[in-house]
């Protein structure tokens, strides 16, 4: 008879089988699954049906939001990721490479919290003396923060209890342990039952929980990704580029997932990047930029970055021509090229391509096509496209260029960093001051590109 009780979890992904695999057929980890036990339900039978009878519906309009539900974490970047500001009772998971900086961040929130709030850090990977040094050298004024390095959970939910802060931080959720769990801190058994403890106290005391969750690569400790589903918000955070940092959400209850904070990591700390706008262009002297430069507009939750997609054309060694591509989708570079050949006669496949983004930001908006179109093909002809050419369009396997959203704000940012020329689909309305160059297909673009090099 198989055991019902366990499963079979990947620490990189958070998939569950009933049996043990070599490899997982999710994210393609080797030896990356672990047992887990699965945890009775703690509720007792007949209690839900008590309760369905005891609970009414309730009209919309009788319910009263209370203040200060939502308050901010002082840190402005964070804030909007979040979707505005921190929700009492919340859980939010932050993922990341180890020594990226979540601890750094972590540490400059709770020092902004600490001025309205009672803020407790439990730290188990660092000493007291360890996070005081750290908090020294950032400049951090940290004595109104209570300071706690027992990860047992137990003991912790009884400080938690007595103490009720209202801000708290797991620093980090690898090192947490409950004695209910035979297993070792850092396993997928113990980060379930742990993180489900304190999802619970943390809703039931009205407390913002902030658990640091480290991503490995090497697979040695279960990843946050098994306990997404357990928490409100789930943010990643991510290094592009040399001293940027990027925060997404990956979920979020309390808001949009379209949101991305963006830092610049220095000595003192992270500063947050708030007129990002020009962040990801390089500023160049002249009327053209070099060959295999295409600038374009995106459009990232609430705002516009001007970026510059850079290509490489080389012939191939070995007759077929291979793609080289880790900011932008290899299969949409792969895609482009296609229509590039068949509609615009652009040969592409004897070339190895390379794509890259400068400032390292990882692009998906279908808003690209067009921008990274014209840097392959200035890139294999060596022609040069002049340096205040903005462009933006999504392309159609028929060599068509077709509308875009946002079409104003992509306007208004380029117009405002200085672009002169916009070349755009036919089907967007253009209202900025710019030189529009309007086009229908990836053919007639290429034309207009010509006659402005
Ligand atoms: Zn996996």
Known sequence: MKDKSVQFVCTQCGRAESKWLGRCPDCGSWNSFEEELILPKQTKPGKTAQISLETKPVSLEDIQVEPGFRYESGISELDRVLGGGVMRGSSILLGGEPGIGKSTLMLQ???KCSLKRSVLYVSGEESPSQVKLRAQRLGLKLSKIS??????????????????PQVLVIDSLQTLSSSEVASPAGSVNQIRFCSTELVGIAKQLGISLFLVGHVTKEGVLAGPKVIEHLVDTVLYFDQVGSGVRLIRAAKNRFGSVDEIGIFHMGEKGLTAVTNPSSFFITDREGESA???IAYTAVVEGSRTFLVEIQALTVPSKNGFSRVYSDRIDTARVTRIAAILERHAQVRLNDQDIYVNVAGGMRLSEVSIDLPLALALWSALK?????????????????????????????????????FKRVLLPKSNKSKADLKVYPVDTIKKALGVCSTLT
């Open 109 to 111: 929130m709770i020092e």
């Open 147 to 164: 300071i706690f390095c027992d990860t047992r959970v137990e003991v912790l939910v009884n400080v938690l209890e007595k103490m009720k």
């Open 290 to 292: 070099p060959p295999g």
């Open 382 to 418: 060596g022609v040069s496209l002049p340096s205040s050419l903005v462009s933006y369009g999504e392309m159609s396997l028929a060599g068509e260029v077709r509308t875009v959203g946002f079409a104003e704000k992509r306007e208004k940012a380029s117009s405002e960093l200085g």
